[in-house]
């Protein structure tokens, strides 16, 4: 049996669709079925791992070095009160600064694990401590979600030029005026108005942090 034959026995075994497999994973239902039908020969490890977590078992048993599907996770899947962790990989696609912009690098440099609950697009590291009042801090990574437009106050990307800075954003469109308000207060909002909007966009906005437990 190969990696895709196991991939489906143990997803049947599951009762779980091939659409709820590639929810788990971060992938579309079509590219789960190209794994079963062995359409994709080999894995990368962090696929494999990422798809062993989500049916409850390990890497071995999907690689078809043992035939023991279950491991601790897996135990747990029987009791009701008990979820395993499933995550699912975020593009990480650099810095971003919580103070004066900085360079924006919008290449992928790497790939964050993050709770299927998360919603998100890329992700970005937080750095300098103008939004420590919406408890991001120096070194956090910021998920956030595509999109051109926030709402009045909400937390987003914001690309000026060719720098990128993340800030509580306030668009009054009869004024033509762009207010980029910092969540401390030793820094003083930035405003663009007329002509100066037309060098900045809205990247995406912020819908979950993660920091390191200090």
Not at 91 to 107: Q, V
Not at 116 to 121: E, F, G, K, P, Y
Request: hydrophobic share 35%.
């Amino acid at each position: 049996m190969n990696v895709g034959e196991r991939i489906k026995l143990r997803r049947e075994q599951l009762n779980m669709s091939a659409e709820e497999l590639g929810r788990k994973i971060g992938k579309a239902k079509t590219t789960v079925y190209r794994y079963e039908l062995g359409q994709i020969e080999k894995l990368p490890t962090s696929v494999l791992e990422d798809v062993a977590a989500a049916l409850f078992t390990t890497p071995s048993y999907l690689m078809g070095w043992t035939d023991e599907p279950s491991d601790s996770s897996s135990d747990a899947f029987r009791f009701e009160n008990i979820h395993p962790i499933v995550t699912k990989r975020i593009p990480m696609l650099g810095e971003i600064a919580c103070g004066n912009p900085i360079f924006a690098n919008e290449d992928r440099e790497s790939y964050v694990k993050a709770g299927t609950n998360i919603n998100a697009d890329f992700c970005l590291t937080a750095r300098g401590d103008s939004m420590t009042g919406a408890r991001i801090f120096d070194g956090d990574i910021v998920f956030c979600r595509s999109q051109s437009e926030v709402e009045n106050g909400e937390i987003a990307v914001v690309i000026i030029g060719d720098e990128a800075t993340l800030k509580r954003v306030y668009f009054y469109p009869e004024k033509k005026k762009l207010v980029l308000q910092a969540e401390n207060p030793k820094y003083e909002p930035f405003v663009y108005v007329g002509d100066e909007l037309s060098e900045i966009r809205i990247m995406g906005k912020a819908i979950a942090f993660q920091s390191d437990i200090k």
